[in-house]
């Protein structure tokens, strides 16, 4: 009893000085932009030109307002941006047009711009409190592009004119631009396309192919840095088929109403993108020759919007060896331990709280343990990924979805050693303590709790230990911790920026094994082999 | 029957069942004050059932037990067992307590002082021949079968109860140590003024130990006599080829 009583007030020590220190658990959904304290918060979702425009945003409020900003990059995708804005944990973020007509409010295409942009700020506005800044001046639509070699030999640089040669054409193309409607199929319709060979390719494939000249034809985002790379040829939409992606700030109007100077600085970026340009740009994210933050210092300086860029003195990944790269982003990665720490300690503190009165209460009603055991290890059976996704429109993005999904993975193993302790807990001494006169409540408390402490602690260690692993996705919602090394890593494709949160992570899931393991030594009773 | 008169433990009409299978059917049966009945029988023959009606760790379908002449049912079961000396197959010893501890169960549940505990528990430690400062302090599990069931015993005796339960109490045991334990039950019984209630199912055992025998078979008494009685004049085929099997291999 006195070692588990130990074991919490070592928990919530714990957990309470990280939660201090970081200070990022708990929601910041309250009051939007309400306290002066409160910084702007910026997402991103997890590709390279939205965290670039998102950066750019950021350092250009920066610089032309009063106004702190917490970036919270790489959040997976749309539905996450959206929710995130929508709930108040962020204020904005870069989205396009086309992806807020089709994808967010479900409506048909539509090809004429101004009825897309007007659309999408009329029904942002009604539903959500939402407002569209005007367009960069770029889109990232969707587009047919050519090897340069064979734009060359056939002479074509529209779709017009690809209609008629395209038989002898062979096309790798995105597996869902096949099937769409406002793909494949569609193009065939209008501009009479029908490829010699098509083969479905997963995105990035696609690029490898056409530079190594196995397919001559392929879809794009327009500005794609790859497209830039391997010097393809995009083609004319001369008949307007493909609905328009145009890249705008989408803010909260309640952020808008209480920092009117958001929309001034932001105004300057309006129209002075250009597909070209974020080609080069996305290019150089893609290769790693510089940073976010650096690209888009330059990006700004090239635009005139700020004085020329000061290089920064920080080395990328690439040009540092592993050891020295973790000893530039110590500070860094110390934080997202940190936060990492917080996210695990404080939802397995949840689920003790929650599961060991379940579990132990459940010995007295043996009759519900196993569909109640069923029922928690059916949470379990959810992917990572969904389960936090499911989190989103509940509780939005941040901490407080991924506490709630950490709690509930760790809630089975607590649960079911509590109840397998506790219920097993040597029989004869348990059933001759109950015959000898001990109430219900001694042989629990002086009996089988007693008894059944190692096997309960060992449920706790299981749970932490999934949870430090699992805590590595709360980066997608926006949630900090290791994972956010590891996420931002595999989009740069670059093992030493995985490893610099992969490491710490599994040092951490080490050490926190190492200490309840201890702790489990200890209130193993004496007098009860090992 | 007049308040003198009265059994020690009485089971007036008691039944039980269990998931509609009876594991005692209707039953009378009445111990004395100091008398020591065995009660024998394969698994599922309802002498454990007997014995946990006994304390209340089961309560009867139907009918009636009684301490004294008194209905237990009034009884808060809680204070009844705590005056019931209580010991179970492989002793049950409280495997993170001490020896003291252990054998301090019941009076420190009745909240005697503690000075008074310890002295006890040296007391009944001395009693079952072990060595409080040698014993006192260690734990159960290194101990040998025999000397946890002193313990156990022990422990039952420490509140100085006027009824004692034992549930198979040296089944787990060799057979030297078990022979030897049951030499020195007898001598303890024979210092102490108990009822006793012994479940077994060696018939040696309950030759040796009981005043009576009660013979139990699918939830029924067969037959319930003295050790003498029942060899002489077995009552059912069952008890006379108990009788038969038992003493043609020997053992006696």
Known sequence: MRGRARVWVLAGVLAASVVGATGRVGGQEDGPAKAPARPLVLVSKNFEESRLLAEMFAQLIERETTLSVERRFNLAGTQVCLEAVRTGAADLYPEYTGTGLVSILGLPAETDRAKVLATVRREFAAKWDLVWLAPLGFENSFAIALRQETAQ??????LSGLGPRSKELRAGLGLEFVQRPDGYPGLQETYGLDFGEVRALQHALKYQAAGAGEIDALDVYTTDGEIARHGL?????DRRFFPPYEAAPLVRGATLRAHPEIAVALARLAGVLDE??????????????????????????????????????ESSARDLGLLPYLWQERAELWGHTLEHLALVLVSLLLAAVVGLPLGIGLERHPRFAEPILRAIGLLQTIPSIALLAFMIPLLGIGARPAIAALFLYALLPIVRNAYVGVSEAD???????????MTRGQVLREVRL???APTILAGIRT????????ATLAAFIGAGGLGVPIVSGIQMANATVILSGALPAAGLALIVDGVLAAIERNVRPKGVRA | MGAEAAA???????????????????????????????LIGESGSGKSTVLRLLNRLLAPDSGEVRHNGRSIAAVDPVSLRRAIGYVPQDGGLLPHWTVARNVGLVPRLLEWDSSRVEARCAEMLRFVDLDPTAFGRRYPRTLSGGQRQRVAIARALAADPSVVLLDEPFG???????????QEFRRWRASLEKTIVLVTHDLTEAFQLGDRVAVLRAGQIEQIATPTELRARPATEYVARLLAVHFAGGVE
């Not at chain 1, 029989?427 to 006169?437: C, R």
């Not at chain 2, 009485?10 to 065995?38: M, S, Y």
């Open chain 1, 153 to 158: 030999r056939l002479g074509v640089t529209t």
């Open chain 1, 233 to 237: 040829v995009v083609l004319d939409d």
């Open chain 1, 276 to 313: 070209t340009r974020m080609r080069r740009w996305n290019l150089a994210l893609q290769e790693q020759t510089a940073t976010v933050e650096e690209v888009a210092e330059q990006a700004l300086a090239e635009l005139g919007l700020i004085d020329a860029a000061v290089r920064s003195t």
């Open chain 1, 427 to 437: 029989p004869v001494a348990s059933d001759s303590a109950w015959a000898l006169g």
């Open chain 1, 450 to 452: 007693p008894l059944a």
């Open chain 1, 463 to 470: 749970a932490a230990v999934i949870n430090v692993g699992t």
């Open chain 2, 8 to 38: 020690a433990l009485e089971l007036a009409g008691v039944a039980k069942q269990f998931g509609g299978h009876a594991a005692l059917a209707r039953t009378d049966l009445a111990i004395a004050r100091g008398e020591c009945l065995v």
């Open chain 2, 172 to 182: 787990a045991l060799d057979a030297l140590s078990r022979d030897a334990l049951r």
